[in-house]
């Protein structure tokens, strides 16, 4: 799987959109970028993920350069729940159930009243 | 989404004593799963991957003999931490993929040797 690299931390205010960048510059064509979340003393959440076109749901919005080198998550109005150590992997999407994934460092983000 | 539980959430064991870890995917059948270890401030580090009805195969460094890993049926994987001591201390995660591959991850089992 490529490596990722994601700022340590970042701070947001509540209600404001926090904005989580990953550079994978190593992605391959066949490799799709996942985000996950860990919420202190919990197991990680996914969150959203994405080939090469821009994804929403009900979480996050995923935005992919067209170079697939990097990917920004937001999360359009953040709370203090949202508070968490997000991860960024990249990984080859689909049945194998051999894809294992591999956490880097992860961004803790700060969400701050 | 599909759901994995652990079992227990928390436990505090003696020094020399052994502890079992409790995986279940509880919607859906998993003949892998995955075994990570947490300490403090740090990532998640895959320690072993399980497979049902074959030998576990482990991470470089991760003793097979001091964590025993059982992939018993398509719904359940235990890991034993056996002769445990204060270094063991940790937050034990398992996850299962369901047919597609995605991953879920269970709430994590926070092991105390004192």
């Known amino acids: 799987d490529a490596k990722t690299t994601q700022p340590t931390s970042m701070d947001c205010a509540e209600g404001r959109a926090a904005n989580l960048p990953c550079n994978h510059s190593?992605?391959?064509?066949?490799?799709?970028v996942y985000w996950y979340r860990q919420i202190h003393s919990q197991g990680p959440q996914y969150i959203i993920h994405?080939?090469?076109n821009n994804e929403t749901n009900e979480m996050a919005s995923l935005i992919i350069t067209e170079d697939r080198k990097s990917s920004t998550l937001i999360l359009p109005h953040a709370t203090l729940r949202d508070t968490a150590v997000y991860y960024c992997?990249?990984?080859?999407?689909?049945?194998?159930?051999?894809?294992?994934?591999?956490f880097g460092g992860g961004t803790r983000l700060m969400v701050k009243p | 989404g599909a759901v994995v539980s652990q079992h227990p959430s928390w436990v505090i064991c003696k020094s020399g004593t052994s502890v079992k870890i409790e995986c279940r995917s509880l919607?859906?059948?998993?003949?892998?799963m995955f075994w990570y270890r947490q300490f403090p401030k740090q990532s998640l580090m895959l320690m072993a991957t399980?497979?049902?009805?074959?030998?576990?195969?482990?991470e470089q460094g991760v003793e097979k003999d001091k964590f025993l890993i059982n992939h018993a049926s398509l719904t359940l994987s235990t890991l034993t931490v056996t002769s445990a001591h204060p270094e063991d201390s940790s937050f034990y995660i398992c996850?299962?993929?369901?047919?597609?591959?995605?991953?879920?991850f269970g709430p994590g089992t926070r092991l105390t040797v004192t």
């Open positions: 399980s497979n049902e009805g074959s030998k576990a195969t482990y």
């Open positions: 992997i990249v990984r080859v999407a689909g049945g194998n159930a051999g894809n294992m994934l591999t």
């Open positions: 996850s299962a993929p369901d047919r597609d591959g995605e991953q879920y």
């Open positions: 994405g080939l090469k």
């Open positions: 190593t992605i391959s064509g066949n490799e799709y």
């Open positions: 919607d859906f059948q998993a003949t892998t």
